[in-house]
């Protein structure tokens, strides 16, 4: 079983279509709204991949 939900953009950066995604399927499966996110940005600041945890412990 996944221990995260992570998301990486299709060409390089994240759209804000794949962010909402992200967000959607976090929530759908009760991810709480004050749960940390990690994410890995390019060198101009873009985001490249967001992932959290699905479980508290694994913050």
Same mark, same amino acid.
């Given at each position: 079983m +996944?221990t995260?939900?992570?998301a %990486? !953009?299709?060409?390089?950066?994240l %759209? $804000?279509?794949? $962010?909402?995604?992200?967000?959607?399927?976090?929530?759908?499966? !009760?991810? +709480? &709204?004050?749960? +940390? =996110?990690r994410?890995? =940005?390019s %060198?101009? !600041?873009?985001?490249?991949?967001l992932?959290?945890? =699905? &479980?508290?412990?694994?913050?």
């Amino acid at each position: 079983m +996944p221990t995260s939900i992570r998301a %990486t !953009g299709e060409a390089k950066d994240l %759209t $804000l279509a794949e $962010l909402a995604a992200f967000v959607e399927n976090a929530r759908k499966v !009760g991810v +709480p &709204d004050d749960r +940390p =996110l990690r994410a890995e =940005l390019s %060198t101009s !600041g873009k985001i490249k991949v967001l992932e959290i945890a =699905l &479980d508290e412990e694994d913050d």
